[in-house]
């Protein structure tokens, strides 16, 4: 199947590992990714004014308009963005965390198991909330790390804010807010969100944050990240 595939700003510079990652794991899973045309940046949360910044989403759409019905957003800001920019439902814009599901486990190739190793899985402010652009699946990263032989901690971190949207602003505030988060959890931590993996790696010391698709790559075999 082919999607439509809106990287954003953030996946074609320094999450440029987890635009690949998700490309190789798509390409493997039989979908293809194809970007929105002359697509522009969403705004993420820079803009006070929130109809302003929904009508950089909205140009977006209108640019996927003819080309797809389902567009693939891995930003979680440019995925929400997006969403509530389809005010009419014209597209399914969905997060890759969606896609991996029940169907998808059913023909992945596993390389490896994850016994003997601790993960946090961190969901960030905006993949849980609120109910109208959430995750179907709110607990996706648990049932993967559990499923392959993983244990599972930092419950109460996985929905706190790590403070990232203001790390080129006041940096003190995200090293607050991740240092809680890195207080909560134990073992590695395991991310989705750009922003999210650049305030926790900023402040992690020793302890690894990785993609949630290096994860599901060190699973399947490839180069361990672990």
Known sequence: MEYGYY???????SAHKLD???????????????EIPDWNCCGAFEYGDRNELLNFSKKNLEKARGHFHEIVAPCPACYKNLKEADEAYEFGVIHPLDIFDES????MKQGRDLKGQVFTPYYGCILLRPRETALRNKN???DTIARFGGEVAGEAAKDRCCGGNQIFIDKSVTEKLSGIILEKSRGTLVVFCPLCHMALKTFSGERKVIYFTDLLLHIMGDKSVL
Do not use: N, Y
């Open 7 to 13: 990287p954003g700003c953030s996946l074609t510079g």
């Open 20 to 34: 690949k990652g998700i490309k190789q794991i798509f390409a493997r899973a039989g979908h293809s990714v194809k």
């Open 140 to 142: 996706i990263m648990e």
């Open 104 to 107: 998808f486990f059913a023909w």
